[in-house]
Nanobody
C-alpha cells in the first residue's frame, strides 16, 4: 500500500515558523503526480491549504495562507514541503499531505488518491 509520510509538525508560538515535509514513493511515475496539503482543525472539516503540480512552477494557495506559506517539491529527494511562516493560532490543525495523478496545481485540489497519516501543528498565543 502506498504511503505518504509527513513530518515536521510541532508546537510554536504565534508568529513562529515550521517546515513540514512529505516523502512520497521513489518510482518515476510519482514525479508526474500533483500534490497538496490539507488541514483539519478540531470540530471542523478537512480543508485544502496549498497544492503543487508535477511542474513545480504551478502552485495554488487558499487566501488564508497566501503570503505566509510556501509549497515546494524536490523530485530527486521524493519530498514535498510546506514552509509555514508567521503562524497564527487559527493555523492549529492536523496537516495532511495528499497526491493525485490528475491534479495540475492550478486550482483547489478536489480529490486525492493517496493520503499521509497527518502531523499535528499547534500555534500558541
Amino acid at each position: 500500500q502506498v504511503q505518504l509520510v509527513e513530518s515536521g509538525g510541532g508546537l510554536v508560538q504565534d508568529g513562529g515558523s515550521l517546515l513540514l515535509s512529505c516523502v512520497f514513493p521513489g518510482r518515476a511515475a510519482w514525479r508526474s503526480y500533483g500534490m497538496g496539503w490539507f488541514r483539519q482543525a478540531p470540530g471542523k472539516e478537512r480543508e485544502f491549504v496549498a497544492g503543487i503540480g508535477w511542474n513545480p512552477e504551478l502552485r495554488y494557495y487558499v487566501t488564508s495562507v497566501k503570503g505566509r506559506f510556501t509549497i515546494s517539491r524536490d523530485n530527486v529527494k521524493n519530498t514535498m514541503y510546506l514552509q509555514m511562516n508567521n503562524l497564527k493560532p487559527e493555523d492549529t490543525a492536523v496537516y495532511y499531505c495528499a497526491a493525485d495523478e490528475q491534479y495540475s496545481g492550478l486550482n483547489l485540489m478536489s480529490r486525492a488518491n493517496f493520503w499521509g497519516q497527518g502531523t499535528q501543528v499547534t500555534v500558541s498565543e
